[in-house]
């Protein structure tokens, strides 16, 4: 026999004994010895190509079910059941329809490599081409190595083809903001100032003299204590007042940091004096809490020259009317940043973010992590550069708890079917009809958004939108969206609904001032109820062609695409490490390349639709039951537990739990209940690139805080405020608060945005020249905050999350395609709400 030579070929033919295969073998001049014949159970058989280890299994176990179920992975299925005995509920893919009236139970699957398929056409022998052409035509599943590799190429590249300038053009950029950053951080050390601890004396002044001249003109103070905001100005008579001297030191000195104060020769004022409003009693002073009050010094080019010569040094001069001595945590910062500057640069680095999401020039997951290292870049470029922990304490971790407990407890509820269950429940109610359905959906999600909060709601509701897409052939996309949107609207009600919200009601202040769950809930059911309707009527217009909501190819392509598009995400999660994993990605590569082949094949000869089969109702029951009734239990009391304390979570007397802690506990109640040995697999379905997200915006949002874009839209606001007559200050008030904040959340993380315009709300109430009153801002502050986050699809958390897990279910959403949708209608549910603002409490002042 010649050496084999060419590629391998692989064939997978059903229905084969061991002699019929055997005389394949002959046929195609296969050594018999390179062929193992394994019986994994009675009735199956597998010629296997190589042994399947534990350690093959094991990464078998973390793919999906429904990746698993595939006959393309049978035999990791059967050695794993050999091994550890059948599992509980039967893998529907395993059971192959009869035909020819032969029992399902008597197949078997055979595998057969051959090494020469270039062994052509001799002595009459067909070769690998007409076997596959053979075995193409009675139906049989055949895989050949090597073949659709380009198609495979095209298709794993997750990005669009932009072309090969594109692609270095894109690939230098990044490399160039890599080498910024980068630098930047390997340049500069952490910032660490040393507090002081210090008293300013009653009836008398305390100083301290700089131990070093600053490397500029600035000069940065923080004081940290019970100090008053700005606001608070025309409310207190008491200040903690700060200014810099410039003491001159006698000629024969050699050492400025060391001299007696009383040798200086004079001492001369060089700054206006920062005024610091105090609390008027010491009673008062002991129940404040502590707040950091920041203020930059310019001594100007000349005096810094004195300085640096060594002929004078600052000091520091304060003094309060306090009647009493006021303690405070004195520090020095000798190189503070420019905020105006910073201002600039967090816009270009916020407008990059935009760029890099918009075109999809990479994941938004990737953008998120490359703009909030940029960020620190350019903090660190400013002498700024935050220390480690500062940084993870950026890091809201209790949105991420919730977000993690939730995606496990989602994870396990999948496997009992349930979400198929309520899909054909909800496809039965309906009528199979499509705008009752969606419509059912969507107020079903606004109501429970209402007293969940969205996230939650979100993580729950997506699963079941999108098998119910499914059953009834809709493109689950602009469902997704419409579901998305009602989420955010209905999360605005009450005041757990939304992260916004859970600001502002839980601000003391504001809770003082009459703003309580039912006075907040009563004012938000007005608006809501007509930026409902007005939503339901956007999207009816927007969707207004039937065939807008279903697939724009046939419904067999699509499954195709759909198919292909799960088995690359599953080959995408698994690297090359080890030999057992390269096994199972090779044979999901293999799969993903006979479905491209299936694809190309569907592309070229056409599709027929069929429009004359309408599955029944109880077809879709018999497909589509309870998996596991066990499991089902088991989840329903977690479920009910955290759904309850969520629901306790406005009641902090009862139960002390956060949101993050009680996702987190129902987690590992779930996971003890169902006595999970494959922990790897539902660690899996986490969508880590969702947390990834969130962890990166988090730290690039307080970054631009600190670069100060945040504080900058705020006094922008504040001032065109305070420039109208009084008469129309009002309506300027809540137009302002209402559309900047609407527009700002689109763009930039709410959380930040809200706590930023939370103080300018009180501080605009609290001013007595303004006159104006607390809770019409308090309402145009929370409908701003939570309907803007509708406009993009980084504006709000449930948008990412929802994108995150359709994305898992493979069907993907652009930020142009959520764009062109909410957009319009946040603009639309923010002209409602302005109208309502305007006739409750400019016309008929209910407050």
Known sequence: MSKPKGKNVVFKILKLNEEEAENELDRLNQPRPSVTVQTIRPNYS??????????????????????????????????????????????????????????????????????????????????????????????QNVTTDGEGDEGHETTMGGHHEHGKLFGYVKVGTLLVVWLIFTGFLMSKHEKELTPRQLSVPEGSYRTYILPEPSPGSRIGINLKGAFLSDQHHNNTSTYVSVNLQLLYLPSNNSNASFFPEHDVKYTE??????????????????????????????????????????????????????????????????????????????????????????WEIVHRTFAAIIASTLAIGVLAAMNERPSMPKLISWIDVETLLLLFGMMILVAILSETGIFDYLAVY???????????????????????????????????????????????????????????????VGGTLTPVGDPPNVIIASNSYIAKNGVNFATFTLHMAIPIFFVMITTYFQLRMKFKNINDLRFSEPQDVQEIRHEIAVWQRAAASLSSYSKDEDLVRETLLKKVNRLSRSLKKKLVTGSVPVESYKATLEEMKRKYPIRSKTLLVKSAITLAFVITFFFLHSAPDIQKLSLGWTALLGALLLLILADREDIESVIARVEWSTLLFFAALFILMEALAELGLIDWIGKQTENVILSVSEESRLAVAILIILWVSAFASAFVDNIPLTTMMVKIAIGLAENEALDLPLQPLVWALALGACLGGNGTLIGASANVVCAGVAEQHGYRFTFIEYFKVGFPVMVGSVIVSTIYLMFAHVVFTWH
């Not at 020095?332 to 973010?353: H, K, N, Q, R, S």
């Not at 709601?457 to 009602?486: A, G, H």
Request: glycine letters at 4%; one cysteine or more; charged letters at 20%.
């Open 269 to 358: 004022n060089i700054t206006n004096v920062w005024m610091v409003p105090i609390p008027s009693s010491l009673e008062a002073i002991d129940q404040m809490d502590e707040i950091t009050r920041k203020h930059v010094f310019d001594i100007g080019p000349v005096n810094h020259q004195k300085v640096t010569s060594g002929k004078a040094v600052v000091r520091v001069r304060m003094s309060s009317n306090l009647d009493g001595d006021f303690p405070t945590k004195f520090t020095y910062d000798p190189t503070p940043m420019d905020t105006e500057v910073g201002v600039i640069y967090a816009a270009i680095v916020l407008l990059g973010l935009y760029v890099l999401i918009i």
């Open 426 to 488: 909800a496809y039965q109610v309906t009528n199979g009809k499509v705008w009752p359905l969606i419509n059912c959906l969507c107020i079903f999600t606004a109501i429970l958004s209402s007293f969940l909060d969205n996230v939650t709601t979100v993580l729950l509701m997506t699963p079941v939108t999108i098998r119910l897409c499914e059953v009834m052939e809709l493109n689950p996309v602009p469902v997704l969206m419409s579901m998305v949107i009602y989420s955010n």
């Open 46 to 139: 597998i010629i296997s190509l190589s042994q399947v280890t534990e350690a093959s299994l094991e990464i078998w176990r973390t793919l999906p079910a429904a990746i698993r179920q595939d006959p393309s992975l049978a035999s990791f299925r059967q050695e794993h059941e050999r091994l550890h005995g059948p599992d509980e509920d039967p893998l529907p893919n395993e059971d192959v329809s009869a035909d020819d009236g032969d029992d399902s139970n008597s197949k078997e699957f055979i595998t057969i490599k051959v090494t020469n398929p270039e062994a052509a056409v001799e002595d009459g022998k067909p070769g690998a081409a007409a076997m596959v052409e053979q075995c193409e035509k009675n139906g």
